[in-house]
């Protein structure tokens, strides 16, 4: 094209932190001026370029990629704009398009109230500092506003603008959030399959088996406010999207705040925080799932269950571990075999060696009649007997807990007093010093000593204050397993639900064949009880034997 048929680009740009500086700033004004001095100068063939509402730090905005695409095709011939600002605020940036893109495409450009125009290389020669000046504004308004947001986020307020999905913004608090009940219905049952033994990929495809929404679809028809862009298939769920769902701590009805950061405000994408530095305000909202299943679905995608090489897996993949090394059991299998064949071994025996530690062989079928019928007898003599059964797991726990307390007591006792003596020592050790009986250095050694045998006082006295408030909450631990185990009156298959529910984890023993028949130990870990004691056992198995001959 001939230079004088190209276009000449108005460029406008306005950010809403530009819109508070005023009207002369405003899309309108800078057309109004743009117009004005093109028709001043003699520039024909104008064309406005505009992004309304995008920031400078930004240079993926619609217009602007428009009208350097023009560019690059050789175009347009002049670019003119209100100043440098106007271009954008980060002078790395800046600098490439006004320095390289725009000369290399005989491109004439002018900022006007910043006096440049690449026509003139004397008005050019402060473009540089310029630019550093006006992403100067951008850094400071970045500081500005992380400094905000610290503080918002650590008053408990919410730092996400869009609730996660299950969540509605209250109509009258924005800051609020209450429960979108359709929505919540799917949460709900993504958690209950995942408790079903079920994880993200298979949830995933049952979701969209059934045309169940992805959220992104679900909030986009209800008028809301999306991240990302609309899938072509609406019920597309995938693994990940699952995964983030079972992974959410707001769903148990908590603010969580500061679980990402960005490195600069230039750079946009988010690196993860580690759970330590997150801020968790506890019951802002209705909870959607209960903080136990939320935790027992943790519990279960630390323990990731990996099928065997067959495809196969088993309710016990990640439950069964051995009674003696204390590492998880294998499941093992063989498309060769009968299903009944299948088996647990050892890992450290499958790793290092029978020497280091034994198979301790167990079929599965056995593994799992087993503690179904622990599992039956148990809940049957809770069904008769709760309050005896509450009556003797809490003797039990009270009889450990005198014996526990009164340990940790005296261990407290103990480093109180030996606080208060480091006291009384370092006053005389600092007498001493200052009447010239100790001369310095061993004054430094000794109160050096001295205070670092505080610190490690200071911390074993903060470590039993919470181990004995600890105990004290695991009392209402028996009124919960008690609360479960009532909802399985009359248990007669052992589903991984009930399962991941009621235990914990089950360890295997090796087997004992001395007295001429293989003998095998199963301890069960109960959920939020952990072991019962053999007394209870054995009154359970009187009970269960009582109720059968009567």
């Known amino acids: 094209m001939k230079q004088s048929d190209k276009i000449t680009a108005l460029y406008c740009r306005l950010s809403r932190d530009d819109e508070s500086q ?67 605020r980060n002078y790395l ?22 006096g440049v125009d690449s026509a003139n290389q004397q008005d050019n020669e402060f473009v540089p500092f310029v630019n550093i000046i006006n992403e100067y504004y951008v850094r400071d308004g970045s500081k500005k ?31 609020h959030w209450l429960v979108d009940p359709e929505a919540a219905q799917v949460v709900k049952r993504i958690f209950s399959l995942c408790m079903d033994g079920n994880g993200p990929t298979q949830i995933a495809r049952m979701l969209k088996e059934d045309h169940v929404l992805t959220p992104t679809v679900y909030q986009d028809r209800q008028k809301r406010k999306v991240r990302c862009a609309l899938p072509d298939n609406p019920y597309n769920w995938n693994g990940s999207t699952v995964a983030a769902i079972l992974e959410r701590m707001e769903y148990c009805g908590h ?17 993860e925080n580690p759970p330590e530095q997150w801020k968790i305000f506890r019951n802002t909202h209705e909870a959607i799932v209960d903080e136990d299943t939320f935790q027992r679905v943790q519990e279960l995608r630390r323990n990731k269950r990996r099928p065997a090489r067959t495809g196969k897996s088993n309710l016990f993949s990640g439950v069964a571990y051995c009674a003696d090394c204390g590492e998880k059991m294998y499941y093992c299998t063989s498309r060769n075999f009968e299903e009944r064949q299948d088996h647990f071994v050892c890992s450290t025996s499958r790793k290092k060696g029978k020497d280091v530690c034994g198979t301790h062989f167990i079929r599965a079928v056995v593994l799992e009649k087993g503690v179904l019928k622990f599992l039956q007898i148990l809940l049957w003599y809770i069904s008769d007997c709760e309050d005896l059964f509450r009556d003797k797991l809490g003797a039990k726990r009270k009889e450990d807990f005198k014996k526990e307390l009164a340990a940790k007591r005296r261990q407290l006792t103990q480093a109180q007093r030996r606080m208060e003596e480091l006291d009384r020592l370092f006053k005389r050790l600092y007498e001493d010093n200052i009447s010239g009986k100790i001369n310095d250095s061993r004054f430094e050694k000794l109160s050096a000593d001295y205070e670092n045998e505080q610190t490690e006082l200071t911390e074993k006295m903060q470590l039993l204050e ?8 695991e009392a209402d631990s028996i009124e919960q397993f008690i609360l479960r185990a009532k909802k399985y009156p009359n248990l007669q298959e052992l589903t991984p639900a009930v399962l991941h529910d009621l235990v914990n984890r089950v360890y295997v023993s090796a087997p004992d064949k001395s007295s001429g028949q293989r003998v095998q130990d199963v301890h069960i870990s109960l959920a939020c009880i952990g072991f019962l004691s053999e007394s209870i056992i054995a009154e359970m198995l009187t009970h269960t034997s009582k109720s059968r001959t009567a």
């Open 22 to 88: 005023g009207d002369s700033n405003s899309i309108v004004n800078q057309k109004a001026y743009l117009s004005r001095y093109a028709k001043e100068h003699s520039f024909r063939n104008t064309e406005f370029f505009v992004d309304d509402g995008y920031t400078g730090a930004n240079f993926q905005r619609p217009d602007w990629q428009r009208m350097i695409a023009l560019v690059e095709e050789g175009k347009i011939g002049t670019v003119i704009t209100k100043d440098m600002s106007r271009i954008g």
């Open 145 to 175: 506003v992380r400094t905000s947001l610290r503080l918002k986020g650590e008053s408990g307020e919410h730092l996400t603008t869009i609730p996660p999905y299950g969540y509605v913004k209250d109509p009258d608090n924005s800051e």
């Open 93 to 114: 940036e800046v600098g490439m398009y006004t320095e390289i893109t725009f000369p290399q495409n005989n491109v004439r450009f002018i900022a006007i109230n910043s």
């Open 466 to 473: 919470q181990e004995i408030a600890q105990q004290e909450e």
């Open 255 to 271: 603010t969580v705040n500061f679980k990402t950061h960005r490195q600069s405000y230039k750079i946009k994408k988010t690196i």
